[in-house]
């Protein structure tokens, strides 16, 4: 039988939370459209996510020591972590995060400096591999792996280290990815340009070869990407209203549809006529990224849409064929 919220101490956030917190890390989601439903409430999703997210901010080094040593003491199991952030109500997300972030530290705080030209030695070592290959890429291969290791020994980007609340968090989470792959998109050689205008359907565009394309662009964080739009949320709005609910994005939307990994900036590049208009609609809302490395990094995919645009056959080159063709002779 499903537990529904608890308001007994509805006017005190802290109370609130405490009474309510095996409900929150049991499925936050059933519990803030639980939350949206009450009339009235005097909290919503947003006052008591800021409020978890900053009560393990703002932890003594004492009790984040002692979240630590509860954590070894269960053998670093992550089905673990939603206990231990009940019994000391906090977010469970929250503390996975917070978890990861201080064992990687402590890792690689015992591991050597040397670490990038241990993991080149080891490809060097690879009998797989043609020796003079791997004598030609060696100098390269140790300037990546160096670079590569700065990112693997700090979990990737660095993320919300100021604990901005958690709203805007997610708003400025999505303009990095945006601005990420756009940087990235540059960075390859195309004329890539953001788009200012927050009710378009698309995050920037590409003009390539005379062609306008419109891209999607989206933040992943997990392994699964959604080519759905989100529900509208928060305060005051209806989550049950067709016009909140978010819906399936079509090449109408956009021309390319772009997931970027937030924490090392991988862009996965897929087509939406040729790929996300066939999926069936039980692979929209969630698909693994499994699925899609064909399109990871294949900044390839710009040049195979604009050539089944149909478009493409009436710019630059194909235009003078064309009348090549017709008149017999080259025009100038």
């Given at each position: 039988m499903p537990v529904e919220i608890d308001f007994t101490h509805e006017g005190n956030l802290e109370e609130f939370v405490k009474d309510n917190i095996v409900l929150i890390n049991s499925g936050f989601n059933v519990f803030k459209s639980d939350l949206k439903a009450h009339e009235n409430a005097k909290h919503d999703e947003t006052d008591v996510r800021n409020y978890l997210k900053n009560k393990l901010y703002s932890e003594s080094s004492t009790m984040k020591?002692?979240?630590?040593?509860?954590?070894?003491?269960?053998?670093?199991?992550?089905?673990?972590?939603?206990?231990?952030?009940?019994?000391?109500?906090?977010?469970?997300?929250?503390?996975?995060?917070?978890?990861?972030?201080?064992?990687?530290?402590?890792?690689?705080?015992?591991?050597?400096?040397?670490?990038?030209?241990?993991?080149?030695?080891?490809?060097?070592?690879?009998?797989?591999?043609?020796?003079?290959?791997?004598k030609y890429v060696s100098s390269v291969l140790k300037n990546i792996v160096k670079k590569s290791t700065i990112l693997l020994r700090q979990n990737g980007f660095s993320n919300n280290i100021v604990n901005v609340e958690s709203g805007v968090q997610t708003a400025?989470?999505?303009?990095?990815?945006?601005?990420?792959?756009?940087?990235?998109?540059?960075?390859?050689?195309?004329?890539?340009s953001n788009v200012d205008v927050r009710s378009s359907r698309y995050d920037a565009v590409i003009d390539y070869k005379g062609l306008?394309?419109?891209?999607?662009?989206?933040?992943?964080?997990?392994?699964?990407?959604?080519?759905?739009?989100?529900?509208?949320?928060?305060?005051?709005?209806?989550?049950?209203?067709?016009?909140?609910?978010?819906?399936?994005?079509?090449?109408?939307?956009?021309?390319?549809?772009?997931?970027?990994?937030?924490?090392?900036?991988?862009?996965?590049?897929?087509?939406?006529?040729?790929?996300?208009?066939?999926?069936?609609?039980?692979k929209i809302k969630t698909i693994s990224v499994n699925e899609l490395t064909q399109f990871r990094e294949n900044w390839g995919v710009i040049q195979q849409v604009c050539d089944s645009d149909p478009r493409s056959k009436y710019t630059g080159e194909k235009i003078m064929e064309m009348l090549e063709e017709a008149f017999g002779e080259k025009k100038e």
């Open positions: 020591t002692t979240l630590l040593a509860e954590f070894e003491t269960v053998d670093f199991k992550k089905k673990s972590i939603t206990d231990i952030a009940n019994n000391h109500i906090y977010y469970k997300n929250d503390l996975e995060i917070f978890f990861e972030k201080e064992l990687f530290n402590d890792l690689f705080e015992n591991t050597p400096d040397d670490l990038d030209l241990k993991i080149a030695s080891y490809i060097e070592s690879l009998s797989t591999v043609n020796e003079s290959k791997k400025n989470a999505g303009d990095s990815a945006q601005f990420l792959f756009v940087s990235r998109a540059i960075l390859a050689g195309f004329n890539c306008i394309f419109k891209v999607q662009i989206k933040g992943i964080s997990g392994t699964t990407v959604s080519f759905k739009d989100r529900d509208r949320g928060g305060r005051g709005i209806d989550t049950h209203n067709e016009r909140n609910i978010g819906k399936r994005i079509t090449s109408k939307d956009c021309d390319i549809y772009v997931a970027v990994d937030k924490q090392v900036g991988i862009c996965y590049i897929i087509p939406m006529r040729d790929f996300v208009d066939k999926l069936d609609e039980s």
